[in-house]
């Protein structure tokens, strides 16, 4: 029987399990990539374990996601990680180099390898042919320490791309059109694999774009071939040893094959409050826009960027929006500084952004009330702006940019004008030096913690009988944007005291007080939720800072795969329902009670929860490995690879 190109990465990196979907398997990790955000705690994490070197092929630590320095925090966070950086054996990418996927793309990706990533688009090393997956920094972490690196083996889904994308429609109307037929649910333990005639006709940097919102379908990863196109891209960045040829075999199997021609494709947009909420761009015409913003991990390539660059030159953005650009790395900015495009793209009015997340993560950029905001990245929910009022639509560079002319959406098919041919370079302008190579003398190295910097806080040991209140309860699709807010609270990341301040913050500001207090009366806190709990990034600290109030399960109707790997990491049980409407009448303050937990969990049996407010008997459920168990069972990871060598 052939074999995929998921298939034979797992295979050749595979430490424990068997490779049959639904199972429990551990891989080799290659490489892993760590950004400030989740960077300090993950750091933080691997000092506690003890190991005085990084054991990967390589680890990279980019700093990118919050460069506003509002304050010392950020700086001191900077300097933290720098220095963990030398003395670990880490390169270490300082602010202003760019955001670590498209960087990492550009200089590090490497195809048939595994990378391990504390962020959940870390998938967009798809796009180069690698198996590029997010994960919590705990789990990174212990990647970094040598550990393998635990997944279920997915179920994998073949997009067999076909004919060749019309003028302005491009990778994101791609991606745009997966999710409108996925959706953001449903998705995990899946992996998709693009083959077909139509992926020679897509270009790495469009690729990428296209696996990097694969996290917002909440499959584990999305990969393309390496192939000819690969070479080329690997050759002009100067690394074209690194290239190794990796495609499907001819009578590889998949569990499910979806046809998608490329030829029929319209321009299309993300509507507010989610990724799959997809209409046509014609649909969507008229409607009167405030902000355009361009960049992000999705879309912020050369290519990007240069088409942009096209269509403004000669041309003005509209007189009532505000357009930003924020190129995706130093080198796409240094490129188009050389050829003149910027000037082309500062000309039209366009405010030139540095080469960081910024505006995509709520770091800047709040756009005014109600506004309606265009964007290329990749998340539109709702808050994540920084103005809850705000309405954003997620499109492509051409809409993007036919938004900023017009003032209201347009199809860029109507702007009237040739469409801009992008040809990938021969040579990519090559410059490594903002990536600082660990110190040869690691020992001598003092690593730097300023007062922004906390101890990593223990996992308590988990209690045999939850007696406590349902301290919240929420619906379906919560994303770890509504559980921990990022944005302007992004630079208490290393302080999970002040951060637990804001757990649930645009849901119910009153949560985090009254969870600590029923934590100091010893009273146990438990999360009610629907569907897709914990949807979107890999942040941890939407675990950290609940188990610091005292949250000691969430009971859910399903959950998101990195999150629910982030709640069982930090001692926190996610449970679901063994009857989908039991959590109805389970509401916000009802008292319960869950016993015998130690047992249950020990033996793999059924557990139930009383509740006392009701007087009803609930099954619950769970669906964790034997390792989860004795995860969860240990207090968390960190307690849990104590007892072990890593
Ligand atoms: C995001 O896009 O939400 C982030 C910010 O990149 C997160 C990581 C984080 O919260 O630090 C992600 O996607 O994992
Ligand atoms: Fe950064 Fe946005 Fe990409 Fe997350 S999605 S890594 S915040 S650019």
Not at 191 to 202: N, Q
Not at 430 to 448: C, F
Request: with cysteine.
């Amino acid at each position: 029987m052939g074999k995929n190109i998921v298939i034979k990465i797992l295979g050749s990196h595979l430490v424990e399990g068997n490779l049959e979907p639904g199972t429990e398997i551990a891989i080799r990790i290659d490489q892993t990539l760590t950004q400030d955000a989740t960077g300090t705690m993950a750091y933080l994490q691997f000092e506690a374990m003890g190991v005085p070197r990084v054991r990967t092929e390589l680890s990279v630590s980019y700093v990118d996601h919050n460069t506003l320095q509002d304050g010392f925090e950020n700086a001191d966070d900077h300097r933290y990680l720098q220095s963990v950086a030398a003395k670990f054996g880490i390169r270490y990418s300082k602010a202003g180099n760019g955001i670590c996927h498209q960087v990492h793309l550009e200089r590090f990706g490497r195809p048939g390898r595994t990378l391990l990533g504390s962020d959940s688009h870390t998938p967009t090393g798809g796009g180069i042919g690698m198996l590029a997956i997010g994960a919590g920094g705990l789990d990174v972490a212990v990647a970094m320490g040598g550990g393998p690196f635990y997944l279920t083996c997915p179920k994998v889904v073949k997009v067999n791309l076909t004919g060749r994308l019309k003028p302005w429609v491009s990778a994101k109307d791609v991606i745009l059109a997966v999710l409108e037929r996925l959706t953001t649910k449903g998705n995990v333990g899946t992996m998709i694999e693009y083959g077909g005639d139509g992926v020679r006709t897509l270009s790495v940097p469009e690729r990428a774009t296209i696996t990097n919102m694969g996290a917002e379908l909440g499959v584990t990863t999305s990969v393309f071939p390496s192939d000819e196109i690969t070479r080329q891209f690997l050759e002009a960045q100067k690394r074209a040893e690194q290239w190794v040829e990796l495609i499907a075999d001819a009578d590889a199997v998949y569990d499910r094959t979806i046809d998608l021609d490329l030829g029929t494709l319209v321009p299309r947009m993300a509507k507010p409050h989610s990724p799959d909420n997809i209409a046509t761009v014609k649909e969507l015409a008229g409607l009167k826009v405030d902000q355009v913003m361009v960049g992000s991990c999705t879309n912020s390539s050369y290519r990007d960027l240069m088409l942009v660059a096209i269509l403004l030159k000669g041309r003005r953005v509209h007189r009532d929006v505000s357009f930003g650009v924020a190129p995706g790395s130093r080198q796409v900015l240094e490129m188009i500084a050389r050829n003149g495009a910027l000037a082309d793209i500062i000309t039209a009015g366009a405010r030139v952004l540095e080469s960081t997340c910024g505006f995509c993560i709520g770091a800047g950029q709040a756009p005014k009330t109600d506004a309606v905001s265009v964007r290329t990245n990749n998340r539109n929910f709702e808050g994540r702006t920084g103005t809850k009022s705000a309405k954003v639509y997620l499109a492509s560079p051409e809409s993007a940019v036919a938004a900023a002319l017009t003032g209201m959406i347009t199809d860029p098919r109507d702007l009237g004008l040739p469409y801009p041919a992008i040809e990938m370079p021969a040579e990519f302008w090559i410059d490594d030096s903002m990536v600082l190579r660990p110190a040869d003398k690691p020992e001598q190295v003092t690593i730097e913690r300023g007062p922004n910097i906390g101890a990593p806080p223990a996992a308590e040991p988990l209690p045999d009988i939850i007696k406590g209140v349902v301290a919240i309860k929420v619906g379906d699709k919560i994303t770890t944007d509504h559980i921990m807010p990022a944005g302007s609270r992004l630079k208490y990341r290393s302080n999970i005291p002040r951060y637990a301040e804001f757990v649930f913050e645009g849901v119910d500001p009153q949560f985090s007080k009254r969870a600590l207090e029923n934590k100091n009366a010893g009273i146990h806190n438990i999360v009610v939720a629907g569907s897709s709990y914990g949807q979107g990034s890999s942040r941890e600290h939407a675990a950290i800072c609940p188990m610091y109030l005292g949250i000691k399960a969430v009971i859910a109707r399903s959950f998101e795969r990195i999150h629910a790997a982030n709640l069982i990491n930090f001692g926190i049980l996610p449970l679901t329902f063994a009857n989908e409407t039991d959590g109805d009448a389970l509401g916000g303050g009802n008292e319960i009670e869950i016993t015998g937990i130690k047992a249950a969990l020990t033996a793999g049996s059924e557990l139930s929860l009383f509740d006392r407010t009701t007087k009803k008997r609930i099954p619950l459920m769970y669906s964790l490995s034997t390792r989860q168990r004795d995860i969860l069972l240990a207090g968390g990871m960190l307690n849990y690879t104590r007892t072990r060598s890593v």
